[in-house]
C-alpha cells in the first residue's frame, strides 16, 4: 500500500494538479510507515504531509481487512472526520491510495459551489456494473445507491456533521462494523439510538444534479432543510475497480458513448477498489502504474 500511495501522489504531481498535491495528508497506520514516509518525502524533496493517530491499536502487515487492528481504523476514522469537520470547520476530500487521477478532480469536485448550490457531500460510487446496464440501479438501496467510502468529499455543514455523529454512535456498538455499509445504511435511514435500529427516511438524503448516466432520483425521496445534499460522481469519470477490472470491454464501449454524447466529458480517477484480482498487477497491466524503480515517480 505504501507504493500505492507513491503511485496516487505521482500521478497528481504527473497533471501538475498542484492545489490537491500540496494538500494531501498520508494516513500512516503504523510507526513503519511513518519512517518509510519521513524517508520517501525527503529523498524525493516532496511536501505532503504525514498523520499518525496516536492509539494503541495499529494496523501492521501482518493484519488482514478482517484484523481487528483493521475495524478499529475504521471506528478512528470516523473520529477524525469528525474532529476535521465539526471541530475546525474544515472540508474533507478522503482518498483511498489504489487510486489514480487522470485529471484533476477539483474543478469537477466544486462545480456547484461555483453556482452557489454546494452539496453537502459528494461520493463516488461502489456499484458493479453501469448503472444503465443494473435492472436495479439502487441494488435494493430505497433512497440512495450503493455510495464508495474510498472517495469522497465532506463539507462542514450541520447535516454532515449529524451524518458523521450517527455514524459514531453506530459503529461503536458493532466491533465488526463497516464504516462505507454503515454510511449507506445512514443516507437511506434514520438510527434509533435508543433501540439501535435503522428506519428507512425519505427525507434524510436528496440527490443532487448532475446525476450519474443512467439514474435517476426515485420520486420517494422528500428534501427538507434538514436533508443532507448529496451528489453522486459520473462512473464513467470517477470508474471503480469492480467495473474496470472484472468488465473491462463493457467499461470501454461505454466511455466511448458517453464521449461521444457529450464532449465536455473528462476521465478524472480509476479506483483499484476489487477484490476479484490483485490490485498491483490490474494497475500494472492497464498502464496505471507510473513508478521506476526505487518507487521513484516518473515524470
Known sequence: MMSMGYNLFCSLRKLRAKSLADKIIFWAVDEEAVTYLQLYRKKNNLSFGIYHPDTKHQISKFQNPGSHGYFQMMRDRVSVYITLIRQYRLSLLFLDVDIIFTADPLPDLFLNEERDQSEDII??????????????????????????????????????????????????????????????????????????TFIHDPTR?????????????????????????LRLLEQGAYINGHIYGSLHNQYWQEIQKIEKSNPFFQRIMIHANTWAEDKLQLMKRNHLWLLGSDDVCIL
Open 205 to 229: 438524503t436528496w440527490l443532487v444534479e448532475p446525476f450519474p448516466t443512467g439514474l435517476e432520483r426515485r420520486n420517494t425521496s422528500v428534501r427538507t432543510n434538514s436533508s443532507i445534499k
Open 123 to 196: 461520493y463516488s460510487t461502489d456499484a458493479r456494473n453501469f448503472y444503465n446496464a443494473l435492472k436495479d440501479p439502487y441494488e435494493s438501496g430505497p433512497f440512495i445507491p450503493m455510495i464508495c467510502g474510498g472517495f469522497f468529499l465532506m463539507r462542514p455543514t450541520e447535516p454532515t456533521i449529524r451524518l458523521l455523529e450517527d455514524l459514531s454512535k453506530t459503529i461503536d456498538i458493532n466491533p465488526n462494523a463497516n464504516d462505507q455499509w454503515t454510511t449507506h445504511k445512514l443516507l437511506n435511514s434514520r438510527y434509533n439510538s435508543t433501540s439501535n
